[in-house]
Nanobody, 121 residues
Framework: EAQLVESGGGLVQAGGSLRLSCAASGLTFDDYSIGWFRQAPGKEREGVSC????????NYVDSVKGRFTISRENAKKMVYLQMNSLKPEDTAVYYC??????????????WGQGTQVTVSS
C-alpha cells in the first residue's frame, strides 16, 4: 500500500518562508515523478511543481517561479517544496502526489492527505 505524508505547513506572514516535506512509503520511489498541488478555498486544485523520476527535471506554475523550489532525496524517499517570499494568495492545502514513469506528474497514481499553508497579509 503506497502512502504519501505531507508535513511542514503552518501559518506564516507574507514574505516569509516554509519548507514542505513529503515522505513516501510502499512504492518504488525512484520510478515516480512527484508533484506538489494546492487547493485554495472555493477554487480548483492546481499543479504547483513537479520533479521527474529520471533526470530530476523540474517545472513550476508561473505564479511560483522564482519563489518555490522542488527537490527530492531518493535514498530517503523524500520530496521537498521550499517556499520563499510567500504571498496571501499562496494560502491553500498543499498535496504531494506520485505519478509513475512520467515527467509532468500526470496522471496521478497516489495522493497525500495534504498540509495547510496559511499566509497572512
Amino acid at each position: 500500500e503506497a502512502q504519501l505524508v505531507e508535513s511542514g505547513g503552518g501559518l506564516v506572514q507574507a514574505g516569509g518562508s516554509l519548507r514542505l516535506s513529503c515522505a513516501a512509503s510502499g512504492l518504488t520511489f525512484d520510478d515516480y515523478s512527484i508533484g506538489w498541488f494546492r487547493q485554495a478555498p472555493g477554487k480548483e486544485r492546481e499543479g504547483v511543481s513537479c520533479i521527474s523520476s529520471g533526470d530530476g527535471r523540474t517545472n513550476y506554475v508561473d505564479s511560483v517561479k522564482g519563489r518555490f523550489t522542488i527537490s527530492r532525496e531518493n535514498a530517503k524517499k523524500m520530496v521537498y517544496l521550499q517556499m520563499n517570499s510567500l504571498k496571501p494568495e499562496d494560502t491553500a492545502v498543499y498535496y504531494c502526489a506520485a505519478s509513475w514513469g512520467t515527467s509532468n506528474c500526470r496522471p496521478i497514481d497516489w495522493w497525500g492527505q495534504g498540509t495547510q499553508v496559511t499566509v497572512s497579509s
